[in-house]
């Protein structure tokens, strides 16, 4: 079993950037995808991006460009890079471990406790 902890959250202007980091302890995460989600108020959590150790990458249509995944593997820790902010990319965002990609967040097992990102107008 894999833990996950979130953490660079916070808030930022828009136009800004935020990196994300997503520890992992208990397991590998090289034995994992790992994906990344974010939930706003009132509305179902949506994919962001996903990352496997084959170093494939994924990302929602909308955000591919602004949005990159790495990884630090001596760290056991995968990253969200987040550039040209807006104030709708304000959320929680989640990181997941899953067996499989999958752009759905019932694809994914093991989930950290989130962060909180906002983008200020």
């Known amino acids: 079993q894999v833990q996950l902890v979130e953490s660079g959250g916070g808030l930022v202007q828009a136009g800004g950037s935020l990196r994300l980091s997503c520890a992992a302890s208990?397991?590998?995460?090289?034995?994992?995808?790992v994906g990344w989600f974010r939930q706003a108020p009132g509305k179902e959590r949506e994919f962001v991006a996903a990352w496997s150790w084959s170093n494939d990458a994924y990302y929602a249509a909308s955000l591919k460009g602004r949005f990159t995944t790495s990884t630090d593997n001596a760290k056991n820790t995968v990253y969200l890079q987040m550039n040209s902010l807006k104030p709708e990319d304000t959320g929680v965002y989640y990181c997941a471990a899953g067996e499989n990609y999958s752009g759905r967040y019932e694809g994914y097992d093991y989930w950290g406790q989130g962060t909180q990102v906002t983008v200020s107008s």
């Open positions: 208990g397991r590998t995460l090289s034995s994992y995808v």
